[in-house]
C-alpha cells in the first residue's frame, strides 16, 4: 500500500514506523523532505494513527518540539475507511497547502501568519532549508544537536517561555 514512500520500521514491529514524506508541489514546503513518525494503535484502523513531524517544520498546526499535527481528520473525525495513503496523500499535503491560523499548536507562527504573510513565508522556506533537506531525515541525533549548537538564541527563535530540559526533536 505504502510502495511509493520510503518507510523505515521501529523496534522490528508493524505498529510503528517512519515515513519520508515531501512537501506538496506548488507550496511554501515544496522541496522539504520530512521524516514523519507514525504510530497504529492496536484498535487501527478503527482509531486514527498518531502522525508527527521528527524534523523541525515553521507551521500554525505542528507543534514546533513535538512535531505533533492538529488535523480535525486526524483527531477527531477519523474513519476506518480512511488509510495510511489518505494521511499521505490528502490530509497532510492539505494541511500545508492551508494552514488554519485560527487554530494553532504553534502560536508564534499563527500570529506571524497573520500579521506578517511575506516574513511567515521567509521563515517557513529558512525552515525549509534548515530543517527539511533529504540529508536532515538520514542524520543520526547527535547530529542535529550539534548543528543546533551552531544557532544562536535569536535566529532560532527561542524564547524564555521555553520549557527547560526538553529538547527539539
Keep these: 500500500m505504502m510502495s511509493d514512500y520510503t518507510v523505515e520500521m521501529i523496534n522490528d514491529g508493524l505498529s510503528e514506523f517512519n515515513v519520508e514524506f515531501h512537501g506538496p508541489k506548488e507550496s511554501l514546503y515544496e522541496g522539504g523532505v520530512w521524516k514523519i513518525r507514525v504510530e497504529l494503535p492496536d484498535a487501527y484502523p478503527y482509531k486514527s494513527p498518531s502522525v508527527g513531524f521528527v524534523n523541525k517544520i515553521f507551521h500554525p498546526n505542528v507543534d514546533e518540539l513535538s512535531g505533533s499535527v492538529c488535523l480535525d481528520v486526524i483527531n477527531q473525525s ?71 549548537d551552531d544557532i544562536s538564541e535569536e535566529e532560532c527563535g527561542s524564547s524564555d517561555d521555553d520549557i527547560p530540559g526538553h529538547a527539539d526533536p
Aim: proline share 6%.
Design 78 to 148: 477519523w474513519s476506518p475507511m480512511f488509510d495510511l495513503l489518505n494521511v499521505f496523500e490528502v490530509f497532510l499535503p492539505q494541511l500545508l497547502l492551508y494552514p488554519n491560523a485560527s487554530d494553532p499548536l504553534n502560536g508564534d507562527a499563527a500570529s506571524l501568519m497573520m500579521k506578517d504573510k511575506k516574513l511567515y513565508d521567509e521563515k517557513v522556506k529558512e525552515y525549509c532549508e534548515r530543517y527539511a533537506k533529504k540529508e536532515h531525515i538520514s542524520k543520526s541525533k547527535a547530529e542535529e544537536e550539534s548543528d543546533e
